[in-house]
């Protein structure tokens, strides 16, 4: 038996809770750069994912890249480089948005908190961070204003039906209250923890952004006033499997510099009235035409498990491939995204998949494929 | 880690246990099982496939990866655990026992002196 791994060669970074990690025995991986949990010993991927649907999960997301743009103008500043509408956020309002290439190809999908009138936290993919500052620098109107305080940041999210008591148990404050989409400021022993209620796994539950000095401290708290009601922490195994229940998009898969956010079914996020921003005009094009292709869902008629490049195959020819694949813990059944001609898109249609060679009936079907009672 | 003495094993985390002197049953380790996850889909050979030591001849699956299954050694498919197609999760609980994967008979018994005692399996994983 052998297991293909990803590179292990270069010098992996660590974030603040390695240490942690490895004490609670967490397997770690080498993922975009970082050395992180995949899945915890004694626990394992379909342990945590429950936890998390169930309780409550914990996850350190410390390497993902936080870019702050401020100052005069920084408003005009965002919106030219997003899709989203960024002037109708207010302050302490959060938005899903992409970056794109004048083209209309996806640089990356990233949220956007207005933390005040002229300052705006961007938090993007960690394999991205280098390219988005860069894409953003030859854009911005004023490229000084493109800073790069990944370093600055540490970042734990707490994803499930128990997030909020766990939260007010350790650090009060408004966010506890609040539906998605909105970031405010809390205080942990002194230290000011920025609290967003968003997150990548469909159940209510909040992403915190702390200094990198107190994330050990916020990591134990969490843990010690979430455990006893079932919470846990959670690896990258299981964050991958809830985001793909429900069918959130993981750049590198379902978002590519070569596929459009209406192939990546995240046109919601792109506006176009009113705005001038990276992309605009090969986008109107785009949406005016209509997408040639479509991200799908698929279950599996025949037996197998359809996973990321499998090739999909319609009337014996290769005419999409598989971007994320996987069995659902949720259902019990496996699950996949698809990114297929707009004719094959319907739900309803079957269409086959190329499993190492053995041909596999699927079915596209209705997305989310996991609906969340009270999730957000 | 469960790596029993009376049985035969590889680099890959395969284990053979000798039925006669050339039929052997193989599975995967108890180390190769925790490694992997909890197993929710198994690919196996079909009875009377050929095989030759060091083919691919399926894969198991965890939820998040996909390992291929060895022939540990030649011989011909005698018969497959089909138990596991509704049951993958036989491999976690069992490895040594209602988990095994295969039978073979074999080409050429003389391979299974290729093959490492479990002590030097174990003395494998913990380098590993």
Redesign the interface.
């Known amino acids: ?4 791994t990803q590179d292990a060669g270069a010098t992996l970074r660590r974030t603040p809770l390695y240490a942690a990690h490895v004490r609670a025995g967490g397997q770690m991986v080498p993922f975009a750069g970082w050395d992180m949990p ?2 915890y010993k004694g626990a ?3 342990v945590e994912h429950r936890a998390t649907r169930e309780a409550a999960g914990l996850f350190d997301v410390s390497h993902m890249g936080e870019v702050v743009i401020e100052g005069p103008g920084a408003e005009d500043e965002v919106d030219r480089l997003v899709t989203a509408d960024v002037r109708r956020l207010g302050d302490g309002d959060a938005t899903y948005a992409l970056l794109c290439h004048p083209d209309g190809g996806v640089v990356d999908d990233l949220y956007v908190y207005r933390l005040g009138a002229e300052r705006f936290l961007l938090v993007v993919n960690a394999a991205n961070v280098d390219k988005d500052v860069a894409h953003m620098k030859a854009h911005a109107a004023d490229p000084a204003r493109i800073v790069d305080r990944s370093d600055d940041f540490a970042q734990i999210a707490l994803q499930g039906p128990r997030a909020a008591e766990i939260l007010a148990a350790v650090a009060d404050g408004e966010a506890c209250d609040l539906p998605r989409n909105h970031i405010r400021v809390h205080d942990f022993r002194g230290a000011p923890l920025l609290v967003a209620t968003t997150g990548y796994t469909g159940e209510a539950g909040f992403e915190i952004y702390t200094p990198p000095e107190v994330a050990e401290d916020l990591w134990n708290a969490l843990l010690q006033a979430g455990e006893p009601l079932g919470a846990r922490p959670v690896g990258l ?1 299981a964050r ?2 809830l985001r793909l229940e429900m069918a959130y998009a993981l750049y590198g898969h379902e978002l590519r510099d070569d596929i459009n956010p209406y192939e990546g079914r995240v046109g919601w996020a792109v506006k176009l009235d009113g705005r001038d921003f990276v992309g605009r005009d090969a986008l109107t094009a785009i949406r005016a035409e209509g997408a040639s292709r479509r991200l799908v869902g698929l279950h599996m008629v025949d ?3 359809a ?1 990321a490049g499998y090739p999909v195959v319609y009337e014996g020819a290769v005419v999409g491939e598989i971007t994320s694949g ?2 659902s ?1 949720s259902l019990g059944q ?1 699950i996949a995204l698809a990114l297929v001609p707009k004719a094959l898109a319907k739900v309803g249609t079957t269409v086959d998949v190329d499993v ?1 060679g053995r041909t596999r009936r699927a079915e596209v079907v209705r997305l989310p494929f996991l609906t969340v009672p009270g999730g957000k | 880690m469960n790596v029993p003495n009376d049985l035969l094993y590889t680099e890959e985390h395969e284990w053979v246990r000798k039925e006669s002197d050339d039929t052997v049953v193989i599975g995967i380790t108890a180390f190769a099982a925790e490694q992997l996850g909890a197993v929710v889909y198994v690919e196996l050979p079909a009875e009377g496939d050929a095989v030759a030591k060091g083919d691919s001849v399926g894969q198991v699956e965890s939820t998040k990866s996909v390992s291929d299954i060895y022939a540990p050694l030649s011989g011909t498919v005698l018969e497959v655990n089909s138990a596991l197609e509704d049951a993958p999760e036989q491999i976690n609980a069992g490895p040594y026992e209602d988990g095994w994967l295969f039978k073979l008979r074999l080409e050429s018994p003389a391979e299974l002196e290729e093959l490492m005692p479990g002590q030097a399996y174990a003395d494998h994983i913990a380098d590993d």
């Open positions: 038996m052998t297991e293909a995949v899945q394992g991927l379909e195994g991958d499997t037996r197998g498990i996973r996987t069995q813990p496996p190492r």
